[in-house]
């Protein structure tokens, strides 16, 4: 697990000595994600500069440094991940009389590369992976991501300079490169809480795709290339579905999972999980206990509130399970004292309120080992969210109704939420209790238009997951379309709930949970990996039948299954709390100074992006305790933490730790 950043200037008019400088400066910008080692490689006759931060997995000596060069020398390679089966590649490459100088699977991947072109040798590879690949003799750069988009990668042009980087702060480095901010993204960011790919909140830097290549030449010609698509996928297993009794599924389904599970406990450094003990976490580590020959390093974190504590789950299961358990109890200091580093941590407004213990999880896990497998990926694959179910039933109820009758009634909804209830009498009036009563129910009218708007029960879902218009709160701005809002993005799979799924695979869990997950755990320096989306395990989940995954609105049969072959049911089968924190109680009391300076009516006023009355009258709706507006006002909270942040200096960043020896490679 690594950082790696770099720019291709066409006009190569610039000195060796500046093009290093200036990707250094990129590089020590994600020194969190690689403190052990840092490199660079400059090529100054192309204009060519490519920097990497290493965090030291496997093959700890100076042969796993980046930038690599190929054996032949055409190709120069920095990479951010892991390519799981990197052992059983090595033979082949060996045996085709390539010698390798070292044992990480960096160097295997570039070899493979090398071998058998970039197409062929990337359909091998089961992993996770962000690169850059430079071809010398054809003078083209390539960038690639994994096909779940498990690690990041963002690229943008300016001027004439061709920029990517594992986090938007390393190309905010580049001299002179100050994007501004996307009214239209920040409208999909208040609308999900996330911004959906390929948007970022800065026009002209972009999300690569998943599963995407994307080549530019020495002409600043662009070609992006798809080698794996999760629509298609998904709709190819859906139509050729498994046959054959449920348990032979569970068996198949055990087998994969327990492969999946071996190849990421490799490392050669300290490894561990993360355990909340759910259906997901606990089947991934009572794989990871069967297959280990000492008690797995387990880690959970719990509150005092019962209502979002899983911690008790968690030591429950790693107890019957013998693995070594660490817990810790967070308390409002303690997520207090995340806050601040939220921003820097996430470098867009993000406003998933479990990165505050995803961080506190890493930050624990860290003090004990370096690598950590998670069960990201099992809700979305396996048909977990409760959402799913009681948007298929509420779509039952709702096509009773034709659909020129719902959008009256929704017409009417909206209407009603903009009367002044005051001339009504008693009961709805402008002060007080009043107030806050209309409040609430304005509020429920609004959603109750939106679900009687949706189209189908996967776009129910979709208004489920959502907020009200984001559009409403941002000054000048529309809500533009995004793969979740694009109806004819979605797959089409036969039935509501595998719909559901596929779309928040292909949204929700690429940029929500796995961007919570990778830069919390790499703000701490921490490697995680996530079985459950082996590529394998991903296509045979696609493949099974619906009553396999989801049966008596419970979701997760198959899993269920497999996971009893190690905890007994009454351990797992308990209701999912989810990974989030009373921050709505949390803003009402220890967090309200913090949150009355960033929503000051002045401040929002001279910053110019948010409607100030609307923003101060859901504050102050949500101070009253009569309306819940957490989820809204945590994403205005970190868009102003994140825009304060924005406009400080950087002063220390572009420094080397002290530990790090830096290596240089000029062409």
């Known amino acids: 697990m690594c950082g790696i950043c770099g720019f291709w200037r066409r006009s190569a008019d610039t000195s060796a000595d500046h093009l290093a400088d200036t990707v250094r400066r990129m590089s020590g910008r994600l020194r969190h994600r690689g403190p052990d080692d840092s490199g660079i490689f400059i090529e100054a006759e192309s204009g060519l500069a490519l920097g990497h931060r290493r965090l030291s997995i496997f093959d700890l000596s100076s042969d796993g440094a980046q930038p690599m060069v190929s054996e032949s020398g055409r190709y120069v390679f920095v990479y951010n991940g892991e390519v799981y089966n990197f052992s059983s590649l090595q033979h082949e490459i060996e045996a085709a009389g390539c010698k390798l100088r070292g044992r990480s699977d960096t160097e295997v991947a570039l070899e493979a590369i090398s071998l058998w072109g970039i197409d062929r040798a990337i359909e091998r590879f089961e992993g996770m ?9 054809e003078r083209r750069l390539t960038i690639a991501r994994d096909r779940a988009g498990k690690k990041p990668l963002y690229f943008g042009w300016f001027g004439d300079a061709f920029l990517f980087a594992s986090e938007i702060k390393a190309l905010l480095a580049y001299p002179r490169f100050t994007p501004q901010v996307d009214r239209e993204a920040l409208a999909l960011f208040f609308r999900y809480g996330w911004i959906p790919g390929p948007r970022t909140i800065f026009e002209g830097i972009s999300k690569l795709d998943p599963g995407t290549f994307l080549h530019v030449d020495s002409r600043g010609r662009r070609r992006s290339q798809t080698y794996w698509s999760a629509r298609d996928v998904a709709e190819s ?3 050729d579905p498994f046959v054959g009794h449920v348990d032979e599924a569970t068996g198949r389904l055990r087998h994969l999972l327990r492969e999946a599970v071996r190849l990421r406990m490799m490392s050669d450094v300290p490894i561990g999980a993360l355990l909340s003990g759910g259906i997901d976490s606990s089947t991934v580590v009572a794989l990871m206990q069967e297959q280990s020959t000492r ?3 387990t880690f959970s974190i719990g509150f005092h509130d019962p209502k979002f504590d899983e911690a008790q789950n968690a030591t429950s299961v790693a107890r019957h399970l013998g693995t070594e358990h660490t817990g810790l109890y967070v308390t409002p200091v303690d997520a207090k004292n995340v806050i601040p580093k939220l921003p820097e941590l996430y470098d867009e407004p993000f406003a998933d309120v479990s990165q505050i213990p995803t961080y506190l999880l890493s930050e624990l896990a860290r003090r004990d080992v370096i690598v950590a497998l998670s069960g990201d990926g099992g809700d979305e694959l396996f048909l ?9 039933e509420h779509w039952t109820r709702l096509q009773r109704y034709p659909r020129c009758v719902r959008q009256s009634m929704a017409h009417l909804a909206r209407i009603a939420g903009r009367i002044d209830w005051s001339l009504m009498g008693s009961g709805f009036g402008s002060n007080g209790v009043e107030t806050r009563t209309k409040a609430a129910v304005m509020g429920r009218l609004e959603k109750h238009a939106d679900r009687l708007e949706a189209r189908n029960a996967v776009d129910l879902s979709r208004v489920r997951l959502g907020r009200r218009s984001g559009s409403a709160l941002v000054l000048g701005a529309r809500e533009p379309d995004s793969i979740i809002g694009n109806s004819d993005a979605w797959p089409t799979l036969g039935n509501p709930h595998s719909e559901m799924g596929a779309l928040d695979f292909m949204s929700y869990l690429r940029d929500d949970i796995l961007v919570k997950v990778d830069r919390a755990s790499m703000g701490a320096s921490l490697e ?4 459950l989306l082996d590529r394998r395990v991903v296509e045979f989940a696609w493949s099974l039948p619906l009553d396999f995954r ?15 072959r190690y905890v007994p049911r009454e351990l797992s089968d308990r209701n999912k709390q989810g990974f989030g924190v ?7 009391w220890p967090l309200r100074d913090w949150a009355e300076a960033l929503l000051d009516e002045n401040r929002l006023r001279d910053e110019g992006f948010l409607h100030v009355a609307g923003v101060r009258r859901v504050w102050a709706q949500h101070l009253s305790g009569w309306c819940d507006h957490s989820r809204l006002l945590w994403s205005v909270l970190m868009f102003q933490a994140w825009n304060e942040a924005r406009t400080r200096s950087h002063t220390g960043m572009d420094t080397l730790a002290p530990n790090v020896r830096p290596n240089c490679r000029m062409a």
């Open 129 to 137: 992976w962000a690169f850059a690949l430079w071809d010398s003799r």
């Open 237 to 239: 297993r859906a139509a």
């Open 295 to 297: 008690p797995v390093r």
């Open 384 to 392: 977990g969210y409760k959402r799913y179910v009681r948007a298929a």
């Open 528 to 531: 995680v990996r996530c079985p």
């Open 550 to 564: 989801i049966r008596g609105g419970v979701g997760k049969q198959i899993l269920r299954s497999v996971l009893e």
């Open 582 to 588: 009373p921050i709505g109680d949390w803003m009402r």
